[in-house]
C-alpha cells in the first residue's frame, strides 16, 4: 500500500476582499491507489469536522503521495 497526504483547504477573504488559504486539515492515509486514498481520507475529515459533506468546510483539496507502494 501507498501513502498519501491529503490537504483540504478553504479560502477566506479580509474586510478589505483580499482573499488567503487557510488549511483545514491534513490526512495522512494508507490506500492502493489515489482514488481509495481520497475516499478515506475524505470520510475521515468528515468524522473528525463532524460534518456530511466536506465541501462545508472546506472548498478544495490537495493530495501527494508520500511512497509507493511496495
Request: net charge negative.
Amino acid at each position: 500500500m501507498a501513502r498519501f497526504r491529503v490537504t483540504f483547504l478553504k479560502t477566506v477573504y479580509n474586510d478589505t476582499g483580499h482573499s488567503c488559504e487557510i488549511c483545514q486539515r491534513i490526512v495522512d492515509v494508507e490506500a492502493g491507489d489515489g482514488d481509495t486514498a481520497q475516499e478515506i481520507a475524505v470520510r475521515c475529515f468528515c468524522d473528525l469536522e463532524s460534518v456530511t459533506n466536506w465541501l462545508h468546510h472546506a472548498d478544495r483539496l490537495e493530495f501527494a503521495e508520500l511512497s509507493p507502494a511496495s
